[in-house]
């Protein structure tokens, strides 16, 4: 934290804690949804994916020194027997670039593998750029397509993550970890710490 109350932007996936989405999280992410995602979910829809029926895992990323609490980012999927559907994952705009929905997505596949998952798929816009880059990284490979999947009939990239429950993939979710990438570079240079 800076004199100011304001957590320094690069260190900012340090500063996050990572929670089960609540109920109570709502407002403000379907107030982020509604401020980012082009027909993104309603209330009702997050409210559907928080029945705890076993088979889905949605988190929330809170600033977790601000005075605020600031929801900063989320994130779900939902378990199909061995496999895991990433269904959701937004950040905040003011937030971005900083690690966090990296930091979401390898807790997601952590807690996949943790409940037995071999793959992971999602869809993604095609002209998303930026989600197929972060997803690149985490081993998720285009398989395919689907037509007119989006609203203004955009298509979708279907992606895949094989072999997510071994120990190659393991390694490469602790490679990709941002705070254990932050916290080793912190160490090597300690005018960052
Ligand atoms: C896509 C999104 C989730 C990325 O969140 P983020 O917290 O900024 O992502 P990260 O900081 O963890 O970035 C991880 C990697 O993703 C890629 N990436 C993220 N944003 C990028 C951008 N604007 N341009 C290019 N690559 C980008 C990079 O490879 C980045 O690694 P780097 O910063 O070391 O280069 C965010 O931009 C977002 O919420 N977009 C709107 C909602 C959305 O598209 N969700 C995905 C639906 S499938």
């Not at 980012?36 to 009702?44: A, E, F, K, L």
Request: proline share 3%; hydrophobic share 40%.
């Amino acid at each position: 934290m800076t004199a100011g109350g304001v957590i320094a932007m690069d260190r900012l996936v340090t500063r996050v804690a990572v929670l089960p989405l609540a109920a109570t999280d709502l407002d403000e992410v379907t107030d982020i949804e509604a401020r980012t995602v082009t027909t993104g979910w309603s209330r009702p829809i997050f409210e559907r994916e928080l029945v705890d029926d076993g088979s889905r895992c949605y988190l929330v990323a809170r600033l977790a020194e601000a005075a605020a609490h600031d929801v900063v980012g989320y994130g779900g999927m939902q378990m199909q027997s061995e496999q895991a559907h990433i269904t959701t994952l937004t950040i905040d705009g003011r937030f971005r670039r900083r690690g966090v929905a990296t930091r979401l997505l390898v807790d997601l596949l952590r807690e996949a593998r943790a409940r037995g998952a071999e793959s992971a798929t999602l869809e993604v816009r095609i002209d998303n750029v930026p989600a197929q880059r972060l997803y690149a990284g985490l081993g998720f490979r285009p398989v395919g397509m689907r037509s007119k999947y989006y609203h203004e009939a955009i298509d979708a990239m279907i992606m895949w993550a094989h072999d997510i429950g071994g120990a190659d993939y393991g390694r490469l979710l602790r490679q990709r970890d941002p705070v254990a990438v932050w916290r080793t570079t912190a160490d090597d240079d300690p005018g960052k710490a």
